[in-house]
């Protein structure tokens, strides 16, 4: 690296909010498994701070060493329906306890995995892990649930879907003191990946090593500087620009998670390239789209902005790094993302243009506060709808809502920090409880089946 790339290296760091968002240590649980919940818990909490007792000091080292900031260290484990089915207990309350025990220990900011996949139906242990899902999230402080209810290969299961909804009306209920914020942590994915590093929707997945290093990186303040650049340049010229500031994004991810690797003595799995933004000023999504032409994000074009921003994206990462991985794309967060803020409460971003919008994005209808009257069958039909575009595009989508207790259209949740604030939009007043109430499967479709 010369000295021209290491000046705008660091120009990318202080001036224009690039980091390293997330080193997330992804571990394997099934050697913890036992039909004794004791002995199980035990060993998951002895394995959790014995492999991960060195990540947050490394991050930091890296940290220092290289200049980069790193914001969160988070740790990923396999779905616990998997782990805790294997035991005789009925409530896993007490598994999601150990996992904040563990992961308050070696000083994560973050533990995902208090998962269940349940895509094309239920073992006990996904009925019961699912069921104890509001206490969990109400009991402890930073375990973060998901549930994958779809895949392009299998459909939706609208069962899940419906059990969902009522779900997080429990968990925002239980946690009304803190305007729902058990909801922030809890995610409802349709063709959820294996090797995403990003909260709340990360775990450990089948079929990884035992312990692998999974990096995050973030940068729409980079990518919104380099536009602003060429303000009367063509779409193609733009494209290209995106590319090379993703290229370079992406190729100090791959440094620092080989880093990681390295000191952990665990393998490096992948970079994960999603622009994920914060509420800070210059590092919004939202205002690379406006950055593009748009006088705001919402209006006419911006779901044509964002296929361009999200393909850009992906193609610089992938001809930085062999191994990109996770969502990989660009993260529309409400409460996350200032722009986004800005938009709702000025009435012109809705539920509706941001489901568009989710049909070329990276993950779905992220951190969407509603009044806290919304019916458990309208967040199962959000969810559905989602899902829908998920499986029929053969792409990871989420829904991540918060029905906040006590609260209308026009209020604000207030969560700080990386969450933000969420203004709480409008839902559409007529009922779908009809519609949820059928059950059962939505077939996969024709597309799906292909070998």
């Known amino acids: 690296m010369d000295k021209s790339q290491i000046l705008e290296t660091l120009s990318m760091i202080e001036e224009e909010k690039l980091d ?50 790193i914001v969160n260290k988070r740790v990923s484990i396999t779905p616990m329906a998997m782990i805790a089915g294997a035991s005789r207990d009925t409530d896993y309350g007490a598994f999601a306890q150990t996992l904040d025990q563990a992961a308050k220990t070696v000083g994560v900011d973050f533990i995902g995995g208090f ?166 000023v210059d590092d919004s999504v939202a205002h690379i789209l406006e950055a593009l032409g748009l006088k705001t994000v919402g209006t006419h074009g911006t779901t044509a902005a964002l296929a361009l921003l999200n393909d850009a994206v992906k193609k610089g990462g992938v001809m930085a790094c062999g191994h990109v991985g996770g969502l990989s794309g660009a993260f529309i967060p409400v409460s996350e993302d200032a722009g986004m803020i800005d938009a709702v409460n000025a009435g012109v971003l809705s539920l509706a243009k941001l489901e568009a919008m989710t049909a070329i994005c990276s993950v779905g209808l992220d951190m969407i506060a509603v009044p806290g009257d919304t019916s458990a069958d309208t967040i199962a039909a959000i969810i559905a709808d989602e899902a829908a575009i998920g499986v029929i595009n053969g792409k990871t989508t989420a829904v991540r809502i918060i029905p906040a207790p006590g609260l209308n259209v026009g209020d604000t949740v207030a969560f700080g920090g990386l969450l933000g604030n969420a203004p709480v939009m409008a839902v559409e007043p007529a009922s779908p409880t009809q519609f949820i109430a059928r059950g059962g499967h939505i077939p996969a479709p024709i597309h799906s089946f292909r070998n």
Do not use: W
Not at 259 to 274: H, Y
């Open 115 to 280: 998962s269940a996949l349940v895509q094309k139906g239920y073992t006990r242990g996904d009925e019961r892990l699912i069921a104890s899902i509001p206490q969990a999230l109400a009991e402890t402080d930073i375990v973060c649930a998901s549930v994958n209810i779809a895949s392009t290969r299998a459909g939706i299961n609208m069962d899940a879907v419906r059990q969902m909804g009522v779900v997080i009306k429990q968990t925002a209920e239980r946690t009304a003191a803190r305007h729902g914020f058990g909801c922030a942590k809890l995610v409802v994915f349709a063709n959820a990946v294996e090797d995403n590093p990003f909260m709340a929707g990360a775990f450990h997945g089948v079929g990884e090593a035992d312990c692998v290093v999974n990096v995050g990186v973030s940068g729409p303040g980079v990518v919104q500087r380099a536009i602003e650049k060429l303000p009367d340049a063509p779409f193609d010229v733009i494209a290209e620009t995106i590319k090379k500031t993703a290229f370079k994004i992406t190729r100090m991810g791959q440094l620092v998670g080989k880093e990681a690797s390295e000191r952990l003595g665990v393998p490096f799995g992948i970079v994960d390239l999603s622009l994920a933004p914060t509420p800070a």
């Open 20 to 69: 390293i968002r997330t080193i997330t240590l992804g571990i394997s649980l099934f050697d913890c498994a036992d039909e004794d919940g004791n002995k199980a818990r035990r060993k998951i909490y002895d394995k959790i701070t014995r492999v991960a007792d060195k990540l947050v000091a490394t991050g930091n080292a890296i940290e220092r060493e290289f200049g980069i900031p």
